[in-house]
T-cell receptor
Framework: GDSVTQMEGPVTLSEEAFLTINCTYT??????LFWYVQYPGEGLQLLLK?????DKGSNKGFEATYRKETTSFHLEKGSVQVSDSAVYFC????????????FGKGTLLTVNP | DTGVSQNPRHKITKRGQNVTFRCDPI?????LYWYRQTLGQGPEFLTY????????KSRLLSDRFSAERPKGSFSTLEIQRTEQGDSAMYLC????????????FGPGTRLLVL
C-alpha cells in the first residue's frame, strides 16, 4: 500500500539557518504530494502541494519539488524563523477515487533565536 | 467560510463509556474524512463520506466505531465501550469533489480514556 517516510526529528536550528526535511514515498499510480504544518495548539494546515512530476510547490518561503525518479518531495527553506517552529507532515493522495491522505510520522522543528 | 469545526475539543471519559464527536465541514464540501492521530504519529485514515454515503472504512475502524453523515452536512463519530487504546486526537477534514484536492482540517477532538 501507499506509504510516506520522512526524516526523524526533532530538528533544532538557529534563526536564519537553512532547512531541509526529507520525504520519500511509495505509491501506486500517480500520487499528489503535500506538506502540512501543525503549529502548537492548532490544527493541520496545508503548507504546499504538487500534483505531478517536476512540479514545485511553494508557500511562505518553503519549497518542495515532486521528484518521480527518486520518489521524493523534500521540504526546504532558505532562512527559517522562530515562527516556523511546528510539526511538519509529508503526505500523499494515491490512486483511486477516495483521495484519502497517507501521512508520514511528522518532523518537529524548533527554531531558536 | 468559517472552516471545519469540531466539537468537543477535548473529552475525558472512563473506560467502557460511549463517546460521540461532531464535525461540521466547510459548507458545500461534499466529501468528509475522519482521521485518528496518536502521539508522535501522523494522522491515519479512518473513513470518508461523499454526501451522506459512507464509501470507505479503514481496518482501523473496529466494530465499536460508527460514523454517520445523515443529511450530507455534519458528521458524527461514535465510539462504544471505549478502551484506553482509543485515546488519540480525532481529526475531521473536508473537500469538494471535482475541485482541488486539498483537504481542510478541523482543530480536532482530543480524547483521553481513563
Amino acid at each position: 500500500g501507499d506509504s510516506v517516510t520522512q526524516m526523524e526529528g526533532p530538528v533544532t536550528l538557529s534563526e536564519e539557518a537553512f532547512l531541509t526535511i526529507n520525504c520519500t514515498y511509495t505509491a501506486t499510480g500517480y500520487p499528489s504530494l503535500f506538506w502540512y504544518v501543525q503549529y502548537p495548539g492548532e490544527g493541520l494546515q496545508l503548507l504546499l502541494k504538487a500534483t505531478k512530476a517536476d512540479d514545485k510547490g511553494s508557500n511562505k518561503g518553503f519549497e518542495a519539488t515532486y521528484r518521480k525518479e527518486t520518489t521524493s518531495f523534500h521540504l526546504e527553506k532558505g532562512s527559517v524563523q522562530v515562527s516556523d517552529s511546528a510539526v511538519y507532515f509529508c503526505a500523499l493522495t494515491g490512486g483511486g477515487s477516495n483521495y484519502k491522505l497517507t501521512f508520514g510520522k511528522g518532523t518537529l522543528l524548533t527554531v531558536n533565536p | 467560510d468559517t472552516g471545519v469545526s469540531q466539537n468537543p475539543r477535548h473529552k475525558i471519559t472512563k473506560r467502557g463509556q460511549n463517546v460521540t464527536f461532531r464535525c461540521d465541514p466547510i459548507s458545500e464540501h461534499n466529501r468528509l474524512y475522519w482521521y485518528r492521530q496518536t502521539l508522535g504519529q501522523g494522522p491515519e485514515f479512518l473513513t470518508y463520506f461523499q454526501n451522506e454515503a459512507q464509501l470507505e472504512k479503514s481496518r482501523l475502524l473496529s466494530d465499536r466505531f460508527s460514523a454517520e453523515r445523515p443529511k450530507g452536512s455534519f458528521s458524527t463519530l461514535e465510539i462504544q465501550r471505549t478502551e484506553q487504546g482509543d485515546s488519540a486526537m480525532y481529526l475531521c477534514a473536508s473537500r469538494h469533489s471535482g475541485g482541488e484536492e486539498t483537504q481542510y482540517f478541523g482543530p480536532g477532538t482530543r480524547l483521553l480514556v481513563l
